[in-house]
């Protein structure tokens, strides 16, 4: 994985962006030496999508959070909303 400033990010993204999508490799974005964040191609963030899902029914099978009963929805109704200008009559 290849390492860029941020700088050189912002100033060559069209070309880091084309660079990744014909290797596949993902770029490492830093701000001041520090990584920032990744640019990758986008089978592979799609694939860490579903791996955040899968990681979630793990975790609920794990602790039993899916044999919770699910919550009703409340019920009310919504608040009035007054402009600027509005003045209340009650006055």
């Known amino acids: 994985m290849k390492d860029v400033g941020i700088f050189e990010a ?3 993204l069209s070309e ?9 490799e993902s770029i490492l974005v830093t701000r001041r030496g520090k990584p920032f964040v ?15 899902w ?22 009310r109704e919504p608040e009035p909303v007054y402009g600027p200008f509005d003045t209340d009559e009650s006055e």
């Open 16 to 24: 880091l962006c084309e660079v990744v999508h014909r290797t596949g």
């Open 10 to 12: 912002k100033t060559k």
């Open 54 to 75: 899968e990681a979630r029914e793990r975790f609920d099978s794990e602790f039993g959070l899916d044999d919770r009963p699910e919550f009703p929805a409340l019920h």
């Open 38 to 52: 990744r640019i990758v191609p986008l089978e592979e963030s799609r694939d860490t999508g579903s791996a955040v």
